[in-house]
């Protein structure tokens, strides 16, 4: 008897596409977004600002919105839209205490940041525990991923990427392209695996999490790999923030230079700025200038790594190169949504508008990504993220990482001194 497989209405990039599109929409009509705080500092503070009545209603609004949302997705893309009903307010809810972890000011100082949360916890939880097979099903890891990056576009404006500065855009293209592709090709002397090396190299060269996350999704990449990626950089950011401000002092660099050698080096964008303030007010402005110069080619970088592996990924069998009609059927749609998304933003909103709705949005985009490394922590087993295989990797990053320190260091000197 044939199998009896329901074919999606829509393939899961344009879901994300459309239903991201649906988002925006909604949010330039004037419909208020819930944007529930998750910033405390105290147990008194937790319990008079995050943990009200108030603030929980728009826990449970933007719960609602998602909710629908994702329901709408699994069921367009002929997924298991039963299991989702079912696991989604429960991974929702290991989201929100993540968002809630991370918004504790202290963590917010060490720049910890809401997906290492989201992972640890789906990790924990599910490892210690026997997932039932709906909760498994119930959880659409690639379908969120894309709907944040389609969101994340609304936050790359060109007109900002202008007023970062001749000198701090010069810098990140330099250090963006020398630094991929050295990442790049250490890691395939190492004999790391395509997509990994794809990963690492963005993570490294441009903005971190965010990168890793965008190439993650244009290659279709292993969410599993993907979370051992993000683990890399965010345990790598601290010392950095930390030692490399002590040892610029050490090294007698001029304000200037160290603010561009931190935008440079350090992977998130939080780290930057506390390593920043840590020197002075100039590198904490430079700093942020070059950081900021880096993330806006996120967007460039990702349409181009989309390009690239769709054009030299072959089939079984295949020896020829792809044709166009190969290529558009392999090329990731969402990167489409991405590009329009930040398109609208940067050339046809006025700035009211943006300014009004963008923060919504980014919460959105955000925990969208925290839903998603929750859902890759329950999937994965601690022996899968902590293999013998991850060794050359770790070796790769490592590495890679050291030259872009130095070369960092190099170009600052001579852009800034």
């Known amino acids: 008897m044939a199998n009896n497989v329901a074919k999606p209405l829509v393939n899961e990039d344009w879901t994300a596409v459309w239903l991201g599109a649906l988002i925006i929409l909604l949010a330039i009509l004037g419909l208020q977004l819930p944007k529930p705080s998750f910033s405390w500092s105290t147990t008194d503070s937790l319990f008079s600002t995050v943990l009200t009545g108030s603030n929980l ?6 719960f609602l919105l998602l909710y629908a949302i994702a329901i709408a997705g699994t069921w367009l893309a002929a997924k298991p839209v039963p299991a ?17 972890l991370a918004g504790n000011k202290f963590i917010k100082d060490l720049n910890l940041e809401a997906v290492i949360f989201s992972l640890s916890l789906g990790l924990l939880i599910g490892n210690l525990f026997q997932l039932p097979d709906w909760l498994r099903k119930s959880l659409q890891t690639e379908l969120f991923v894309k709907m944040g990056l389609v969101l994340l576009g609304t936050s790359i404006i060109f007109a900002d990427m202008l007023k970062a500065g001749s000198l701090g ?32 190299s963005s993570a490294v060269s441009i903005c971190g999490v965010s990168a890793a996350i965008a190439t993650a999704g244009a290659i279709s990449g292993d969410t599993k790999k993907l979370s051992y990626v993000i683990s890399l950089v965010l345990v790598t950011a601290i010392p950095m923030m930390i030692g490399m401000p002590y040892l610029a002092e050490w090294m007698q660099l001029p ?7 931190l935008g440079g080096s350090i992977d998130t964008s939080g780290a930057v700025v506390a390593a920043g303030t840590l020197v002075g007010e100039e590198a904490l402005k430079i700093s942020t200038i070059v950081k900021f110069s880096q993330n806006v080619l996120l967007g460039l970088a990702a349409f181009a790594i989309s390009v ?25 749609k969402f990167v489409l949504g991405f590009v329009a998304a930040s398109l609208l933003f940067s050339f046809v909103l006025n700035e009211a508008t943006v300014k009004t709705i963008k923060e919504p949005l980014k919460n959105i985009q955000t925990i969208w990504f ?33 030259f872009n320190v130095l070369v960092t260091l190099v170009v600052a000197y001579l852009l800034f001194r």
Not at 86 to 97: D, H, I, N, R, W
Not at 180 to 195: Q, R, S
Not at 388 to 399: A, H, R, S, V, W
């Open 255 to 261: 304000e200037a230079v160290t603010g561009a050698w």
């Open 57 to 62: 209603l728009k826990i449970g609004g933007l």
């Open 84 to 100: 989702l009903v079912k696991g989604f307010p429960l991974v929702y809810f290991v989201a929100v205490l993540a968002m809630i």
């Open 370 to 402: 925290v839903l998603a490394f929750t859902s890759i922590g329950l999937e994965t087993r601690f022996a899968e993220l902590f293999h013998q295989d991850n060794k050359k990797p770790l070796y790769g990053f490592l590495i890679a990482q050291g």
């Open 169 to 200: 855009l010069l810098q990140a293209l330099v250090v963006v392209l020398s630094v991929w592709y050295f990442a790049f090709w250490v890691c395939k002397k190492l004999g790391v695996e395509d997509d990994m090396r794809m990963m690492i």
């Open 308 to 332: 690239y592996w769709t054009y030299t990924r072959k089939e079984v069998g295949v020896l020829e190169k792809p044709t166009l009609g190969v290529i558009w059927e392999r090329f990731p």
